[in-house]
């Protein structure tokens, strides 16, 4: 019950109430989910690790952190419970994935809906560029020839219009709520294109083709819809780190190269340019965040503030730049507390050298008898392939988020979440040593913390000198 309550959680927060419950989304259906979701996993709470996990830790200080960052910024109480009520629920996603999704065919399913998402926007969009728009600009007012963006968003809710660097028009793929700009919708494709392999089985290519390459296709289809230019850079990035391994760094390199070309003609950016010249105003958004973060050093200048302090209405377009200029030093250490301990897990499982054979599970022998429950059988194998492919994903995800202010969004959350859910069944297996100690995660997340801006001012620093 608490697993399916969340995966439907899931879907609500992606494609908002009103695309899934319509009208009766005016009755707040999704605060009534999150209660439902919340008290049905409330026994779970008691047998599982996440109390003691250092995440959980990292999203209290986060929620914290978001709450003082206003209050303390803007002096403005009812806007800093507003805020610690928006970042509530993409946290949560972390604690239903450690809680409900602790095995394989669980993961397959979490997998499932995030391609159910994606298929559902990939065919909206694509419906209304064939039908709707086939190649027109957007209709000016004839009174003040000015485009009625209020309009054509209410038209075209899955397409985000704009000119590229040669003044063409491009309509570019988008998702609602969480996804409704069309860079958060390439980044959470490209968080999943890796997790699609956990459908892989050697030796099966008709169903490998089929529940694999097939939905892949559709789902690099969906990231050139979207023209997002940090998509691609993860994309290679990705492809790098999977072919590392079993090519080598050099050919990965190269098979990188070849990816980016291909793509670079088929126009995959839409005209849009990568290049350090086309990313001059995005280097000095990043300078501006630094500058933010100087000025406000400990609570930053408020949670979702970056826009209005920096006078240029625009966002950072880097999460961590954009996370330590709104929540200050004390915001970063805490995502940097969540961000380190998932990594080094993720890596941890991932590893064939760090991963063992393990021992069979044995059931626990009560004082009563019990029916025997069927325990999923997972060998060292099975580990280092969800691990890896968890891996990947957040290798996407943060490569992506050097290129998007999305440090508090719940897909790194539902990441994190399946990270962990993974590094657990291997540990309750013996494959695993336990994690690391609480104190020594902390200090090296205070490092990672200093580190991350550190080389944020330097990338400043050197792009500013290129340009």
Same mark, same amino acid.
């Given at each position: 019950?608490?697993?399916?309550?969340?995966?439907?959680?899931?879907?609500?927060?992606?494609?908002?109430?009103?695309?899934?419950?319509?009208?009766?989304?005016?009755?707040?259906?999704?605060?009534?989910?999150?209660?439902?979701?919340?008290?049905?996993?409330?026994?779970?709470?008691?047998?599982?690790?996440?109390?003691?996990?250092?995440?959980?830790?990292?999203?209290?200080?986060?929620?914290?952190?978001?709450?003082?960052?206003?209050?303390?910024?803007?002096?403005?109480?009812?806007?800093?419970?507003?805020?610690?009520?928006?970042?509530?629920?993409?946290?949560?996603?972390?604690?239903?994935?450690?809680?409900?999704?602790?095995?394989?065919?669980?993961?397959?399913?979490?997998?499932?809906?995030?391609?159910?998402?994606?298929?559902?926007?990939?065919?909206?969009?694509?419906?209304?560029?064939?039908?709707?728009?086939?190649?027109?600009?957007?209709?000016?007012?004839?009174?003040?020839?000015?485009?009625?963006?209020?309009?054509?968003?209410?038209?075209?809710?899955?397409?985000?219009?704009?000119?590229?660097?040669?003044?063409?028009?491009?309509?570019?793929?988008?998702?609602?709520?969480?996804?409704?700009?069309?860079?958060?919708?390439?980044?959470?494709?490209?968080?999943?294109?890796?997790?699609?392999?956990?459908?892989?089985?050697?030796?099966?290519?008709? !169903?490998?083709?089929?529940?694999?390459?097939?939905?892949?296709?559709?789902?690099?289809?969906?990231?050139?819809?979207?023209?997002?230019?940090?998509?691609?850079?993860?994309?290679?990035?990705?492809?790098?780190?999977?072919?590392?391994?079993?090519?080598?760094?050099?050919?990965?390199?190269? !098979?990188?190269?070849?990816?980016?070309?291909?793509?670079?003609?088929?126009?995959?950016?839409?005209?849009?340019?990568?290049?350090?010249?086309?990313?001059?105003?995005?280097?000095?958004?990043?300078?501006?965040?630094?500058?933010?973060?100087?000025?406000?050093?400990?609570?930053?200048?408020?949670?979702?503030?970056?826009?209005?302090?920096?006078?240029?209405?625009?966002?950072?377009?880097?999460?961590?730049?954009?996370?330590?200029?709104?929540?200050?030093?004390?915001? !970063?250490?805490?995502?940097?507390?969540?961000?380190?301990?998932?990594?080094?897990?993720?890596?941890?499982?991932?590893?064939?050298?760090?991963?063992?054979?393990?021992?069979?599970?044995?059931?626990?022998?009560?004082?009563?008898?019990?029916?025997?429950?069927?325990?999923?059988?997972?060998?060292?194998?099975?580990?280092?392939?969800?691990?890896?492919?968890?891996?990947?994903?957040?290798?996407?995800?943060?490569?992506?988020?050097?290129?998007?202010?999305?440090?508090?969004?719940?897909?790194?959350?539902?990441?994190?979440?399946?990270?962990?859910?993974?590094?657990?069944?291997?540990?309750?297996?013996?494959?695993?040593?336990?994690?690391?100690?609480?104190?020594?995660?902390?200090?090296?997340?205070?490092?990672?913390?200093?580190?991350?801006?550190?080389?944020?001012?330097?990338?400043?620093?050197?792009?500013?000198?290129?340009?």
């Amino acid at each position: 019950m608490g697993f399916a309550l969340s995966i439907l959680y899931f879907v609500t927060n992606y494609l908002t109430p009103s695309a899934i419950f319509g009208p009766l989304a005016s009755f707040r259906i999704e605060l009534i989910l999150a209660v439902l979701v919340f008290l049905v996993s409330l026994p779970s709470l008691r047998k599982s690790f996440i109390i003691r996990s250092p995440q959980t830790l990292a999203l209290f200080g986060l929620a914290t952190a978001v709450f003082l960052s206003i209050l303390i910024g803007i002096h403005w109480a009812g806007g800093a419970v507003s805020g610690f009520l928006g970042f509530i629920p993409n946290a949560f996603a972390y604690f239903l994935v450690c809680l409900h999704g602790r095995s394989r065919k669980r993961m397959q399913i979490l997998v499932l809906m995030l391609l159910s998402v994606c298929l559902f926007v990939i065919a909206r969009g694509y419906s209304d560029l064939l039908l709707r728009v086939q190649g027109s600009a957007p209709a000016e007012s004839v009174a003040t020839e000015d485009i009625n963006w209020d309009l054509w968003n209410a038209e075209h809710p899955y397409l985000f219009a704009q000119r590229n660097e040669a003044g063409e028009w491009i309509y570019r793929l988008r998702g609602l709520g969480e996804i409704n700009d069309p860079n958060d919708f390439a980044q959470l494709i490209v968080c999943l294109i890796p997790l699609m392999f956990i459908f892989w089985r050697a030796k099966r290519l008709l !169903l490998n083709g089929l529940f694999v390459i097939l939905p892949v296709g559709v789902l690099l289809f969906g990231a050139f819809l979207t023209h997002s230019r940090g998509s691609l850079v993860a994309i290679m990035a990705m492809a790098v780190v999977a072919g590392r391994r079993r090519i080598g760094t050099l050919p990965s390199l190269l !098979l990188a190269g070849v990816l980016f070309a291909a793509a670079s003609a088929l126009h995959f950016t839409g005209g849009r340019e990568i290049s350090a010249d086309s990313g001059a105003d995005r280097t000095g958004l990043w300078g501006v965040g630094l500058q933010l973060l100087k000025s406000h050093p400990v609570f930053g200048v408020g949670y979702g503030r970056f826009v209005d302090d920096c006078d240029c209405g625009h966002t950072a377009h880097n999460s961590i730049v954009v996370c330590a200029a709104e929540l200050g030093l004390f915001g !970063l250490y805490f995502w940097s507390l969540f961000l380190f301990p998932t990594v080094k897990d993720a890596l941890t499982i991932a590893s064939p050298t760090k991963v063992s054979d393990g021992e069979p599970i044995v059931a626990e022998i009560g004082l009563y008898p019990q029916a025997p429950k069927s325990i999923e059988i997972l060998d060292k194998a099975e580990i280092n392939h969800l691990g890896r492919l968890v891996l990947l994903s957040l290798t996407g995800f943060l490569v992506a988020g050097l290129f998007l202010s999305r440090a508090y969004v719940l897909t790194l959350f539902l990441l994190g979440g399946m990270a962990e859910a993974v590094f657990e069944m291997a540990l309750q297996r013996g494959m695993v040593a336990p994690r690391m100690k609480f104190l020594r995660v902390m200090g090296y997340s205070g490092a990672l913390a200093v580190a991350l801006v550190v080389v944020m001012y330097i990338m400043v620093l050197i792009l500013n000198r290129m340009h």
